[in-house]
Nanobody, 124 residues
């Protein structure tokens, strides 16, 4: 199993940028498809972005497409989420997740390993 630790969250003004990072340890990082999810207060956890095992495929939710970019560095065992043009509705706890499923799955139950989450707050 892989252990995941997110970092990079914080408070930012609307229109600003943040870059989240998720460091993985344990099994071989390139064995995992990686994803980012988020959960706002009172709402269900939702898919944000996913990236295939070697980074050849990425997929983002429509709500963040064109603003967020997912990437990975298999040497550093880290996946990133670059978030630009942030909006108040992007405020949530952001979670990193890993799965052995290939491609770019979007359903949370497909992911077996999760980080503890990092808070992102966008002020309007």
């Amino acid at each position: 199993q892989v252990q995941l630790v997110e970092s990079g969250g914080g408070l930012v003004q609307a229109g600003g940028s943040l870059r989240l990072a998720c460091a993985a340890s344990g099994r071989t990082f390139s064995s995992y498809t990686m994803g980012w999810f988020r959960q706002a207060p009172g709402k269900e956890r939702e898919f944000v972005a996913a990236i295939s095992k070697y980074g050849e495929y990425t997929y983002c939710a429509d709500s963040v497409k064109g603003r967020f970019t997912i990437s990975r560095d298999n040497v550093k065992n880290t996946v990133y989420l670059q978030m630009n043009s942030l909006k108040a509705e992007d405020t949530a706890v952001y979670y990193c997740a890993a799965t052995v499923v290939a491609g770019t799955p979007t359903l949370s139950h497909a992911f077996g390993s999760w980080g503890q989450g990092t808070q992102v707050t966008v002020s309007s």
